[in-house]
């Protein structure tokens, strides 16, 4: 997971453009009574946002994850239930994901996922190197994410009938 941030402000200091990164602390990995590993996951993760060069990282811990993906132009991820939130949120979304991570995400967290089900979609961009991430960012930089919204369209009905589909699709399976 470290990973992750450490290739996102790699690849975000490739642009040389100040941003403001507001990084939203998963609440497992800040808890007071958090494992150690999880406490050691967090001191790693926040060392690394150390080395970004140009702008800032905002604390946000005084925001809902809302307010965050509200106001954010971008949101990036690993396996985040805010990635999926942004899609309903039609932002473009960029979930980083090496096979290194997979490992680490499921010793942490038991997750058996080989990516985040929203890049099989097509609702959200996929980078597994810092070359890739920095590729998305371009392409999110120039506005090139229509493919990418048209799906967050398809898969993510923001219309007020989710709870109806959903009620059906169980009622299908039993």
């Known amino acids: 997971m470290v990973e992750a941030v450490l290739m996102f402000i790699e690849a975000v200091n490739h642009f040389n453009v100040p941003v403001y990164l507001l990084l939203r602390d ?12 999880f406490k050691n996951i967090y001191r790693e993760y926040r060392k690394a946002l ?22 954010a132009d971008l949101v990036v991820g690993i396996c985040s239930t805010m990635l999926v939130e942004a899609c309903y949120l039609r ?8 096979a290194k991570i ?21 609702a959200s961009f996929r980078a597994e190197s810092v070359m890739e991430i920095v590729i998305c960012l371009q392409k999110i930089l120039i506005g090139d994410t229509l493919a990418m ?26």
């Open 26 to 37: 998963h609440p497992k990995i800040i808890l007071p009574d958090a494992p150690d590993q």
């Open 149 to 174: 919204r048209q799906e967050q369209e398809k898969h993510f009905k923001a219309d007020g009938l989710n709870g109806q589909r959903l009620a059906e699709a169980i009622l299908r399976y039993y």
């Open 102 to 122: 997979g490992q680490e995400f499921y010793a942490v967290a038991k997750n058996t996922f080989q990516e985040m089900p929203i890049t099989n979609l097509g």
């Open 91 to 98: 932002k473009p979304v960029l979930s980083i994901w090496t």
């Open 50 to 71: 150390e080395n970004l060069r140009v702008g800032q990282v905002v604390n946000s811990s005084d925001m809902t994850s809302d307010e965050v993906n509200a106001g």
